[in-house]
């Protein structure tokens, strides 16, 4: 069995590229997959602690965390499909009429 | 139980003495409250009854006092209780206030009782039927505060009367304060009133500062105490009373109408007759004279002030005696009389007869009420004969009611106007008659014996005062014998006169029962029996008084007397052998010239005060209002030294401190605020990157922080 | 233990390689087949670490229905590829600056603290099962799993509502 901290390096790894993802793309559905990736990045910390712990309780927090990212995606989607509707595109630096 | 059973078993009706002053209250309240739903005659019964039941009760104290002679103090209410000054609202009951309340009660009642007769034709004269129930609520109103006035306990108590009555005074000395004597729109009346308020305010402060001085040196204004520690005061420092007693003389002066402040009395006469008769002859006038009679245990310690108090009375006796030889108003030659009569009264008390004084007080109110109740029929009978000669004319003359508006200025108050009314009012005649032999002194009636016991008093007690009473006397006499002949006798001068109608039964009754206790009075104090004296010396005898029992003198007797019979003979000669003719000249001008015309003229008195007092008065009030107040203070402080300061503060305030500073931090806030927030703004780009980006640095720096710690 | 480290070690390169094509590609379209690919990864994984049910869920789940529904409104928005834009130019370097020290930070700590988490070698039977999960998720997390069925619900009603067009604009 490899040490945990392999998997939390793995992690770590993916995590930072999704997060690279959202600052770096301007993509609004990329942006989001993104997220997905941030997500499934601390998914895999999960089951490696959990393995690591020998605990369920690591995998069901993933599943709890699968189920709200697909309520996320069902919600971010409508609303990019929404703001696409008005603004016939997804690029999120259009969508600066918040500024200061 | 018959009367004289309860006077000698000794029952006690002195727990009823708070009741003077309720009754009458009562009285006014009910006319005030129901009195608009009333009729005339309702509203004057009313007010009567409370007067009579007023009456009942100073009976049942007289009944009371009988068996206790050494009289009592009814406690009310504790009333004032600051530092060391304790005084209570409490009826003082003794013979000396008993006789005061019965008079004021008695005379007042058959005055109410001829007030519901005259107010019903004077309204109507005067056109302002409305005002017949404002009038019993002041009378109303009189008799409660003259029943303060004799009931109190204190001296502060007897103030409130004092002023209480001086307002009733005044209310209805200006009761018509629209009109003028003879009912035209003027300010006279109202200008009278005032004139008595105003000159009663002068001898009121006199009265307070007495007050003062006696608070000071007594620690107490009431009665029994003030009186106890007067010897003990007057031994060591005799001053004190003396002060006392002289600034309590300015009040008896203004009150009681003595020179120098008798001047109000005359113009009272403003007032409806009732009012002349009950306010300013019978009861509030003689105020003056209960006052110094009341405060006996302090006038008898000095001598100065008992000579100056005698003294100002017996002056203004013969003074006024004199004024009242030269007028031609009915009412004001009864008015001059009065303050000639109030000088007797004042001269005896002054003199220390005080029982003489009281006897004169109580024979006067009758008298001196009957006359001028007697008086007010005569004026109102020409006023119904000249209204009947008026509309007489209209009838012949077919000028229908319009020309009732345009009736000439006719005064039915001017003896010139009368003349022959023996024969169209007989029974007011007759009553007249009565009342002027009462007040000239002739014997038997009442007069005689209250004026000839002062003048005896005065015979031994103070020679001088008696010589002036004495001649005041001979005076009196002769214009009251003038005013008959002038009235009654001869032929009619005016329609008026001639058309001169009796007054209804209502108004004579009560003038007989006047003209009963004039003709009889003299019994209260008959020489020999002295039923008064004996009655009011249980009042004197608590303090330790000793009254002077004035012995009668046939000679002061005859000799008053004679002159009295001299006096009308002498006006019989002047004034009824030939009676004057319509404008001529009085008979007595062309005799004396100048002397006639000073009294005439009242001697200029009010002219003198306006010279020396009033118009120096106006000068200096119009000088500080005009220049000092005005001018100086207004114009000159207010609006160049203060207002022009308060701009220079203000503008120092405003432009160096409020703008420069306070405001530039204010405003430098302000801009620094939007400063700052504009650079900031530059933060919020709207990028949700760039938001996403400063989580990011958070989270690096955080975790960097967290690990090199 | 070699070949546990050579599988680890294919499979996370492809994974990271995944990733970061999927960062990289103009196309949505590519970026979404490239985070399939790292879901599958990852997916694998969860079989190493004992993970069957998790495994297969995130087959089913991510790999299949959220990432078909990525691919279905990029396709239906046609919005594969955006037109250049030089707004922000500033922070992509920055960012790339970020990650790195942020990976950096998280591996300092995992590697010097290694030997705090232990990590055992055998697992209890049945461990990871669908019936050990459906225990654990039904006895001991019964309220959160119900909570889960409203959120559900909710996001449902959510995205009916937002993507509902306008009677008034139609």
Not at chain 2, 241 to 251: E, K, P, Y
Not at chain 2, 614 to 632: E, G, H, M, S
Request: charged share 10%; glycine share 8%; with cysteine.
């Amino acid at each position: 069995m490899l040490p945990v901290s392999y998997y939390i390096a793995l992690s770590a790894i993916l995590f930072s590229i999704g997060a690279l993802g959202v600052l770096i793309r301007r993509n609004a559905i990329i942006i989001f997959m993104s997220v997905e990736l941030m997500l499934n990045a601390a998914n895999l910390a999960f089951v490696a602690f959990a393995r690591s712990y020998e605990s369920l309780s690591g995998q069901v927090f993933v599943f709890f965390i699968m189920t709200v990212a697909a309520a996320e995606v069902a919600v971010g989607l409508a609303l990019i499909v929404a703001i696409f509707r008005s603004k016939h595109n997804i690029d999120v630096d259009q969508m600066s009429s918040l500024k200061g | 139980m018959l009367l004289s059973e309860i006077a000698t078993s000794g029952p006690s009706f002195f727990y009823l003495a708070p009741w003077l002053v309720f009754f009458p209250v009562i009285g006014l309240l009910i006319n005030i409250i129901f009195g608009g739903r009333f009729g005339e005659k309702l509203i004057g019964s009313v007010a009567a009854t409370a007067s009579g039941l007023t009456f009942v009760v100073a009976v049942l104290l007289a009944i009371s006092l009988r068996a206790h002679p050494e009289g009592t103090s009814i406690l009310l209410a504790e009333w004032i209780s600051i530092g060391e000054l304790h005084l209570d609202w409490a009826f003082r009951v003794d013979t000396l206030s008993v006789t005061m309340m019965m008079v004021v009660g008695g005379v007042g009642t058959l005055i109410h009782i001829y007030a519901i007769g005259y107010m019903h034709e004077d309204v109507r004269f005067k056109n302002d039927p409305g005002r017949y129930r404002r009038f019993f609520v002041f009378f109303n109103l009189f008799i409660a505060a003259m029943m303060i006035l004799v009931s109190g306990d204190n001296y502060l108590m007897l103030f409130v009367g004092w002023e209480g009555v001086g307002l009733c005074s005044y209310l209805l000395i200006g009761f018509w304060y629209d009109k003028d004597l003879l009912g035209r729109p003027s300010h006279e009346n109202a200008t009278a009133g005032k004139k008595a308020f105003i000159t009663n305010r002068v001898g009121d402060f006199g009265f307070l500062i007495a007050g003062f001085i006696m608070f000071w040196a007594f620690k107490s204004v009431q009665f029994d105490q003030v009186f106890e520690h007067a010897h003990h005061v007057a031994e060591h420092n005799p001053g004190i009373i003396l002060a006392i007693t002289l600034f309590m003389l300015l009040g008896v002066a203004g009150k009681s109408a003595q020179i120098p402040l008798f001047v109000w009395l005359p113009d009272a006469m403003a007032g409806p007759t009732p009012v002349s008769a009950l306010i300013h002859a019978a009861t509030m006038v003689t105020a003056g004279v209960y006052l110094v009679a009341r405060s006996a245990p302090l006038y008898s310690l000095v001598p100065q002030a008992q000579n100056t108090v005698a003294l100002v009375g017996g002056i203004t006796a013969l003074f006024a005696a004199t004024i009242a030889v030269g007028q031609y108003d009915i009412k004001k030659v009864l008015a001059y009389s009065t303050i000639s009569q109030l000088g007797f009264m004042v001269a005896a008390v002054g003199m220390g007869a005080f029982v003489a004084g009281m006897f004169h007080l109580i024979t006067h109110a009758f008298f001196k009420a009957l006359l001028f109740l007697s008086a007010g029929s005569v004026i109102l009978g020409v006023e119904r004969g000249h209204h009947h000669a008026a509309h007489g004319h209209h009838d012949h003359d077919n000028h229908g009611h319009d020309e009732h508006h345009e009736e000439e200025v006719f005064d039915p108050g001017d003896m010139r106007n009368m003349g022959g009314m023996r024969k169209t009012m007989p029974v007011t005649f007759w009553l007249y008659m009565i009342g002027t032999i009462a007040l000239a002194g002739i014997p038997p009636f009442a007069g005689f014996f209250s004026k000839d016991e002062i003048l005896a008093e005065a015979n031994t007690l103070n020679f001088p005062v008696y010589i002036l009473l004495a001649i005041a006397a001979f005076f009196t006499a002769f214009y009251m014998g003038r005013q008959i002949w002038m009235v009654f006798f001869g032929k009619a001068r005016h329609e008026a006169a001639e058309h001169a109608e009796e007054s209804p039964l209502i108004m004579t009754v009560p003038l007989m029962i006047l003209a009963a206790l004039s003709i009889l009075g003299g019994a209260l104090n008959f020489p020999g029996v002295s039923t008064l004296t004996h009655w009011i010396e249980h009042t004197y005898e608590t303090f330790h008084l000793h009254l002077h029992h004035g012995e009668f003198n046939p000679t002061v007797a005859i000799t008053s007397t004679v002159l009295g019979l001299l006096a009308i003979f002498l006006s019989w000669l002047l004034y009824g052998r030939k009676p004057i003719a319509e404008g001529q000249v009085d008979p007595l001008k062309k005799m004396f010239g100048p002397i006639f015309v000073g009294m005439e003229n009242k001697w200029w008195v009010d002219e003198l005060y306006w010279a020396v007092i009033l118009n120096p008065y106006i000068a200096l009030a119009r000088f500080l209002a005009d220049t000092i107040d005005w001018k100086f203070w207004h114009d000159w402080f207010h609006n160049s030294v203060i207002a022009r300061g308060f701009k220079v503060i203000a503008r120092t305030l405003a432009e160096p401190i409020d703008l420069g500073f306070i405001d530039a931090i204010a405003n430098g806030l302000a801009e620094g605020t939007q400063m700052i927030s504009g650079s900031l703004r530059r933060l919020q780009t709207g990028f949700v990157r760039n938001y996403a980006l400063s989580v990011f640095i958070g989270v690096v720096v955080i975790l960097g922080y967290l690990i090199l710690k | 233990m070699t070949t546990d480290l050579i599988l680890f070690l294919f499979l996370a390169i492809i994974s990271v390689a995944a990733a970061l094509g999927m960062l990289f590609s103009r196309n949505a379209v590519y970026s979404a087949l490239y985070l399939i690919v790292n879901f599958v990864t990852v997916a694998l994984f969860y079989l190493i670490l004992g993970g069957a049910f998790i495994a297969v869920s995130q087959v089913a789940v991510y790999a299949g229905a959220i990432m078909v529904l990525f691919l279905f409104v990029i396709m239906l928005l046609g919005a594969e590829e955006l037109g250049q834009s030089q707004t922000l130019s500033w922070q992509r370097p920055l960012a790339i600056v970020l990650g790195v020290g942020l990976v950096a930070e998280i591996l300092s700590v995992v590697l010097t603290q290694t030997g705090v988490i232990a990590s055992a070698s055998s697992l209890p039977e049945g461990f990871g099962s669908p019936a050990s999960i459906g225990n654990t998720l039904f006895l001991q997390y019964l309220l959160p799993f119900e909570v889960t069925s409203v959120l559900l619900l909710v996001a449902m009603i959510g995205a009916i509502v937002l993507t509902q067009r306008n009677k008034k604009d139609a």
